[in-house]
């Protein structure tokens, strides 16, 4: 198993080093909040870390709707291996060639 292909993110290495700018562009996006004005439209828009809490809040209740949804969204396992009763299958054995 010598001539295995080796992918990028096989490597330890590659995974700490995209971590390390994740962090990396986190905490530059969060100083920047304090340097660069913005135009706010709502005074809540003012609010220290009101972008964060309302995508965190977004992506909640985006969960919670995607899991209600699932209620009545959600097929059986076999849905598509179902045997299906039409008039084709019906008729396998008979000949459709006019003579």
Known sequence: MKDEKKYLFDDPK?????????YA???LLFLLDFVINRH???SWE????FYPIY???GCVLL????????TFLMRDEDYYDK???TELNDN?????VDD
């Open 55 to 57: 995508g965190f809040v």
């Open 92 to 96: 396998k054995g008979a000949s459709h």
């Open 83 to 85: 045997p299906q009763s």
């Open 40 to 42: 706010i439209y709502h």
């Open 14 to 22: 590659n995974i700490k080093r995209v971590l390390h700018i994740l």
């Open 25 to 27: 562009c986190c905490i």
């Open 63 to 70: 969960v919670i709707v995607a899991t209600w949804m699932r």
């Open 46 to 49: 003012n609010l220290w870390g």
